[in-house]
């Protein structure tokens, strides 16, 4: 049961993938590698479970942690106005 | 028996939500549809499957970090999402998708810069 939400997972990870790559502007973009990281936060405990390892779970809370720093750096790069980045 | 269809049942839940996630990107067509997506659908299936993971009993140490790492999740999704809406709309991504604009009419400039009517002085007010 664990092997398949593991399955599910990647599967829902692998469609927004997609989006992040056809997604039609760069917020688009952002908000699929936020979702993505949120799938593997997960996919990464639920693996800590199945391996039977619980320094996976360090590796999982430091992963949530820098992604939340990663995303709101990009969105207050996106933020000023009259950025590199077109819309 | 109770714990084996909690275990389940969360599992269940969680998968269904992230798969909503995935269905809710492709068929969304603006970044705020798929912001409301990103947030809701995600953090709930997240925190469903943590729930599913903490249920067959761990030891203290990996149940209080579960609990942390949850935690953590919940408080800054949103804030994360926000944070990317707010840019998006300053950047002027598909603001007719909005169709009561209720961001126009707040009086801050720097909001919405580029598609309607851009003063000339807002950029010196950007900095």
């Known amino acids: 049961m664990i092997i398949a939400a593991l399955v599910a997972i990647i599967v829902s990870a692998m469609a927004v993938f997609v989006r992040l790559v056809l997604g039609p502007s760069v917020p688009d973009r952002l908000m699929a590698a936020n979702t993505l990281g949120v799938m593997f936060f997960t996919l990464i405990v639920l693996l800590a479970g199945v391996f039977r390892t619980d320094s996976f779970l360090d590796v999982a809370l430091v992963y949530a942690v820098l992604q939340f720093a990663d995303v709101l750096i990009m969105a207050k790069y996106l933020n000023r106005s009259g950025s590199v980045v077109s819309t | ?127």
């Open chain 2, 1 to 127: 028996m109770i714990r084996t269809a909690l275990h389940y049942g969360f599992l269940v839940l969680g998968m269904f939500f992230f798969a909503s996630t995935a269905v809710a990107m492709f068929r969304f067509r603006h970044v705020y549809d798929r912001a409301h997506a990103a947030t809701k659908c995600l953090t709930g299936g997240s925190l469903s499957i943590l729930i599913a993971f903490l249920i067959p009993g761990h030891s203290v140490a990996v149940i209080l970090k579960v609990i942390l790492a949850a935690g953590f999740l919940f408080l800054t999704n949103a804030v994360s999402a926000h944070a990317l809406v707010r840019a998006a709309y300053r950047q002027g991504t598909s603001v007719e998708a909005l169709e009561p604009d209720e961001l126009r009419d707040e009086g801050d400039d720097r909001l919405r810069s580029t598609p309607a009517h851009p003063s000339p002085d807002s950029r010196e007010h950007d900095r």
